[in-house]
């Protein structure tokens, strides 16, 4: 496993470019698993997870084929239908598979997804409503599978999430495109990569319309073909690269960023006081003085994305007084602070009191357990210093980065594969705008 040496202290400036969207990527290579024609995928991140999804296509049958950043897939038959343990452990967009599979070949053995461990992410949502679509599913404790049979094919319903569910979404309405009759998804989630998926399988040929931003009617097709679709830019990595300037006293422009919705962090960041200058398709984030501490709360889409809260927690390191945020979306997404400490951030944890934890959470509380704590209060600024820190998970990875490169002195990051699952040669990026990160392998 390789490791990171960051020489910190120094002021980023620069230009830079990000990568396609790591979460309509790897959600496209599912897709174009829904025809037997060849998909086009271009703009896509050279990421590990990314090649995860690739493997598990060809395994199960498929042609990939990847030149630079455009993917070629051709799934003309499937054939096996059970994604192997050990891939799905990499990664939880391998669960996603389950929609081809029952649409067109009318089973699917899928094993409890990994990823990142920011909670227990249960597919309960997904496996509802997918029975309700006419699928029989038996969870093999013995086995870790779920075992699912489409016998009759799938029929449309009309299905209303309990809880807003982004990869529940995706699923059922990857299934539904080639189901029997019409479908309507309610209190469906509403990220900008779920409107991508309706683009790409409206390419595709598929039927689908949104009645209001939280319903959309799905009318199946016999059949979908191929196409062609370039993946928007990566709004998570726009936001990393923002803080990263804003907490180094930089200045930096990320060019091309298009439609990327980001408003809800430049909320944030105009009311920490920090510099934003559109320019067309290019947005520049530059220290203009102290920054202003400031209270967040995550929720589902239009809210303040889950993903952004481990970098807004650096940011607040840096902020003047105490800033508080509330985890509202996963039940434990804090793995990341106690690395902080070791850096000299000033963090408590705690649970604050809510009237009505099951409305107000948007993830089971069944599933909650005591000792995870749903807030940190920070408490800035703090001068960050040098120190060894390890990764839990992919937006914690890109974190510590953040804090190595504001800190002084030499950091060293264990664990940088959980980094690589989402940013392509991150390190270079930074590099690239006066940081100093050498990668360095372990061997």
């Known amino acids: 496993m390789d490791?990171?040496?960051?020489?910190?202290?120094?002021?980023?400036?620069?230009?830079?470019?990000?990568?396609?969207?790591?979460?309509?990527?790897?959600?496209?290579?599912?897709?174009?698993?829904?025809?037997?024609?060849?998909?086009?995928?271009?703009?896509?991140?050279?990421i590990s997870d990314l090649f995860v999804m690739t493997d598990i296509a060809c395994e199960i049958g498929g042609r990939v084929e990847v030149l630079d950043h455009t993917i070629y897939i051709e799934m003309a038959e499937f054939s096996k239908h059970e994604i192997a343990l050990e891939r799905a452990a990499e990664t939880r967009t391998s669960a996603m598979f389950m929609a081809p599979l029952l649409a067109r070949a009318g089973e699917a053995i899928i094993p409890n997804p990994g990823g990142c461990r920011i909670g227990s992410r249960p597919i309960d949502r997904t496996i509802e409503g997918l029975e309700k679509m006419g699928v029989k599913v038996?969870?093999?404790?013995?086995?870790?599978?779920?075992?699912?049979?489409?016998?009759?094919?799938?029929?449309?319903?009309?299905?209303?999430?309990?809880?807003?569910?982004?990869?529940?979404?995706?699923?059922l309405l990857m299934?539904?495109?080639?189901a029997k009759g019409t479908t309507?998804?309610?209190?469906?989630?509403?990220?900008?990569?779920?409107?991508?998926?309706?683009?790409?399988?409206?390419?595709m040929g598929a039927k689908?319309?949104?009645?209001?931003?939280?319903?959309?009617?799905?009318?199946?097709?016999?059949?979908?073909?191929?196409?062609?679709?370039?993946?928007?830019?990566?709004?998570?990595?726009?936001?990393?690269?923002?803080?990263?300037?804003i907490i180094t006293d930089g200045d930096v422009t990320i060019r091309d960023i298009g439609?990327?919705?980001?408003?809800?962090?430049?909320?944030?960041?105009?009311?920490?006081?920090?510099?934003?200058?559109?320019?067309?398709?290019?947005?520049?984030?530059?220290?203009?003085?102290?920054?202003?501490?400031?209270?967040?709360?995550?929720?589902?889409?239009?809210?303040?994305?889950?993903?952004?809260?481990?970098?807004w927690a650096v940011l607040m390191t840096q902020a003047n007084g105490q800033s508080i945020i509330h985890e509202r979306v996963y039940e434990s997404r804090f793995s990341y602070v106690e690395q902080l400490r070791k850096m000299g951030a000033d963090i408590q944890l705690f649970n604050p009191e809510v009237v009505n934890p099951e409305d107000f959470y948007n993830f089971n509380i069944e599933d909650d357990k005591k000792s995870n704590k749903h807030a940190a209060k920070i408490t800035g600024p703090t001068k960050l210093h040098?120190?060894?820190?390890?990764?839990?998970?992919?937006?914690?990875?890109?974190?510590?980065?953040?804090?190595?490169?504001?800190?002084?002195?030499?950091?060293?990051?264990?664990?940088?594969?959980?980094?690589?699952?989402?940013?392509?040669?991150?390190?270079?990026?930074?590099?690239?705008?006066?940081?100093?990160?050498?990668?360095?392998?372990?061997?």
Request: glycine share 8%; with cysteine; hydrophobic share 40%.
């Open 3 to 46: 490791r990171f040496i960051v020489n910190g202290g120094r002021k980023l400036a620069g230009e830079v470019k990000v990568s396609g969207a790591k979460n309509m990527a790897l959600k496209a290579i599912v897709a174009a698993c829904l025809t037997s024609e060849e998909v086009e995928i271009e703009n896509i991140p050279l």
């Open 184 to 203: 309507i998804l309610r209190n469906a989630a509403q990220e900008p990569e779920i409107d991508e998926l309706i683009d790409l399988l409206g390419l």
């Open 259 to 311: 439609k990327c919705d980001l408003s809800a962090f430049l909320q944030k960041m105009e009311e920490a006081g920090v510099g934003i200058e559109k320019r067309g398709n290019d947005i520049r984030f530059y220290y203009k003085g102290q920054i202003k501490a400031v209270d967040m709360e995550t929720t589902p889409y239009p809210g303040f994305m889950t993903d952004w809260q481990a970098p």
């Open 208 to 245: 689908i319309k949104k009645l209001d931003p939280r319903t959309i009617e799905i009318t199946g097709v016999e059949k979908l073909s191929g196409a062609k679709f370039k993946v928007g830019p990566d709004r998570n990595e726009v936001v990393t690269l923002a803080i990263a300037a």
């Open 386 to 443: 040098n120190g060894v820190v390890r990764i839990t998970d992919l937006r914690a990875g890109a974190t510590l980065v953040l804090a190595a490169v504001a800190a002084k002195g030499q950091s060293v990051i264990l664990e940088i594969q959980h980094l690589d699952r989402g940013y392509e040669k991150f390190e270079n990026r930074l590099n690239s705008l006066g940081a100093d990160i050498r990668r360095v392998s372990n061997e």
């Open 175 to 178: 299934a539904a495109v080639l």
């Open 138 to 171: 038996e969870y093999r404790s013995d086995d870790g599978f779920f075992h699912m049979k489409a016998a009759n094919g799938l029929s449309g319903i009309d299905y209303t999430f309990k809880k807003s569910t982004h990869t529940g979404t995706e699923t």
